[in-house]
C-alpha cells in the first residue's frame, strides 16, 4: 500500500439523502486512497451485500477497501483487510483468519497501545480521536480530542503508518500530517459534503500541502 492520503469511513445515515454506493463512487472519483465499510446500524446481511458491491468498485479503482471490525465479513467480501477496534478480535487471530497479505488495522489512542498493537502484527493504526466527534459515541474521555501532538507522538513511537481519525476536516487536517501522520481518515468530512468528490479532492490537496511543509 504506497498511500493512507485520504481514507473515507463510510456511513450512509450520515451521508444525507446519498446511498452509500453513490458516497464512495464519488470519493474514488475524488482521489481517495482507502475505503473502510462501517455502517454500524446495517445488520451483517446487509453489509455483506453493500460490501460486495463496493469490493468491485474499489477494486477497479485500484482503492484500498476494508471492513470494520468483522473479520469473516472482510473474508466473505475478500477485502483487503480489516479495522479492529478495542471489542473486536485480537489482531493475532485476525491474523490467523485472513493470512499474512492481509492488511489489518487498529484504534489506539495511546503510545503503548500502539506499540503493542504493532508488535502484534497491526499493518496500520487509526489515531484518535483527533478533535471532537459526532461520528463515535462510544469512546472514553481521555481517548477523546487527543490532538495532533499526540498523533506524533504514536507516529514517531511505531514504524507502520498512521492515519488521524476523529472530527477531521479540510480545514484541520494540515497539523495532523505535519505532525507526523501518513494520511487523515473521515467520515462526515466526505459523506456529509454537499459535493463528495470536491470535498475528497480537497482532502486530498491538503494531504498533500503539509506533507511538503
Not at 504506497?2 to 445515515?13: A, H, K, N, P
Not at 465499510?37 to 453489509?47: G, H
Not at 471490525?69 to 483468519?97: I, S, T
Not at 502484527?121 to 459526532?134: E, K
Request: glycine content about 10%; charged content about 30%.
Amino acid at each position: 500500500m504506497s498511500d493512507w492520503g485520504v481514507y473515507l469511513v463510510t456511513q450512509e445515515s450520515l451521508s444525507g439523502e446519498r446511498t452509500t454506493q453513490a458516497v464512495v463512487e464519488a470519493a474514488v472519483a475524488g482521489g481517495v486512497d482507502v475505503v473502510q465499510l462501517r455502517e454500524k446500524d446495517r445488520n451483517v446481511r446487509e453489509r455483506y451485500h453493500l460490501g460486495r458491491q463496493l469490493r468491485e468498485l474499489t477494486r477497479d479503482a485500484g482503492v484500498t477497501f476494508v471492513v470494520n471490525d468483522r473479520v469473516d465479513l472482510a473474508a466473505a467480501v475478500d477485502a483487503d483487510g480489516v479495522h479492529l477496534g478495542d471489542d473486536d478480535l485480537p489482531v493475532e487471530v485476525a491474523r490467523e483468519q485472513l493470512g499474512p497479505d492481509a492488511l489489518i488495522g487498529r484504534s489506539v489512542s495511546f503510545v503503548d497501545d500502539a506499540r503493542r498493537a504493532e508488535k502484534a502484527g497491526a499493518d496500520y493504526l487509526g489515531v484518535g480521536a483527533v478533535y471532537a466527534t459526532g461520528s463515535k459515541d462510544d469512546i472514553d474521555d481521555d481517548e477523546h480530542e487527543i490532538g495532533p501532538e499526540r498523533v506524533g507522538e504514536i507516529a514517531a513511537a511505531v514504524d507502520i503508518p498512521v492515519v488521524g481519525i476523529g472530527g477531521v476536516t479540510a480545514d484541520n487536517a494540515a497539523p495532523i500530517v505535519e505532525a507526523g501522520a501518513d494520511g487523515v481518515a473521515v467520515i462526515t468530512a466526505i459523506t456529509g459534503a454537499d459535493d463528495p468528490e470536491a470535498a475528497t479532492c480537497d482532502l486530498a490537496g491538503t494531504v498533500a500541502d503539509a506533507r511538503e511543509d
